[in-house]
């Protein structure tokens, strides 16, 4: 059996594929070498619900909608229309008589309408698994649970009955860290960030250098060169050329930058180089 914890995108579609099918949760679990729990646990958790109807036939989930004979729910004396048929879910918000109903079919394996054979005549609530819609759920809740401060109460109140007094009797963290890195653990850093979070009772007006500080700007991203791209280009290399081959005419390409990884301003010039002298000298 498969030990990966988590489905990937490719696995969701084909759950989402099999279930349209009409395929059971052992089956799919089979096929992708999984737990049959995982399977149901999985649709379960991103069931998608769709209030649409059918094919010519509004939404509408009361249980009387079939003999219903209801008008002028609202208010539109004109109108010759039974409100059961009527866009604007009237059914569900202003009539007394209205009771919703579910399919008897959600309540058991698979929970979903992809596979129904009626769900292209059917007007009540439809619930879908979406591979796509189930794969960005997953990301979101990934992606928050990484967000937020990774500390618990007691580890916080520990760490505050240490820092705090130090930081208050005028020692900077940085001198808090190197004298009780064994107790504390936690990178010099991510403490800085902690008090700037008001997670301790030491504040950044208790650190008089970090009042003065300004807030930092980001650095922006620096146009980086490959060093690999040097390897035979060096200063060094062409001097050892030109000594295998005296005599020629060399052309030097000069180039005026301005901002780093902008444009740039080409000159050339045709040069002749003295490999004696080990200087260039213009051509006449």
């Not at 069931?47 to 249980?63: A, E, M, P, T, V």
């Not at 979903?112 to 005549?121: E, Q, R």
């Not at 052309?251 to 444009?263: A, C, H, P, S």
């Amino acid at each position: 059996m498969n030990k990966n914890k988590h489905l990937t995108l490719e696995e969701r579609i084909i759950i989402e594929h099999k279930l349209k099918e009409r395929e059971t949760f052992k089956g799919i679990a089979r096929e992708l070498g999984k737990d049959p729990t995982t399977i149901a646990k999985e649709v379960k958790n991103h069931i998608q619900f769709r209030k649409s109807g059918c094919y010519g036939r509004n939404f509408n989930d009361c249980l009387f909608r079939k003999d219903c004979t209801v008008c002028h729910l609202c208010g539109n004396q004109t109108c010759k229309r039974y409100c059961s048929f009527c866009q604007k879910y009237y059914c569900s918000t202003l009539c007394s008589f209205y009771q919703k109903e579910v399919c008897q079919r959600l309540l058991k394996s698979p929970y979903v309408c992809n596979g129904c054979p009626d769900k292209n005549s059917c007007t009540l609530e439809k619930r879908i698994y979406s591979a796509a819609r189930a794969q960005k759920e997953y990301e979101d809740v990934r992606s928050e649970s990484r967000k937020g401060v990774q500390l618990t109460e007691e580890e916080a109140s520990r760490l505050d009955a240490l820092i705090s007094p130090l930081i208050k009797n005028g020692q900077s963290l940085h001198h808090i860290c190197v004298n009780h890195m064994d107790e504390l653990m936690i990178n010099e850093r991510t403490l800085y960030n902690y008090v700037n979070a008001g997670l301790f009772t030491a504040r950044n007006i208790d650190m008089p250098r970090v009042v003065r500080m300004g807030k930092r700007k980001r650095a922006k991203n620096e146009f980086k060169v490959d060093k690999k791209c040097r390897i035979g280009r060096t200063y060094q290399d062409f001097l050892k050329f030109m000594q295998e081959n005296p005599g020629l005419i060399v052309v030097e390409m000069d180039t005026l930058e301005g901002k780093k990884g902008g444009k740039v301003l080409l000159t050339r010039g045709c040069k002749k180089f003295c490999v004696n002298q080990r200087t260039p000298s213009m051509l006449e």
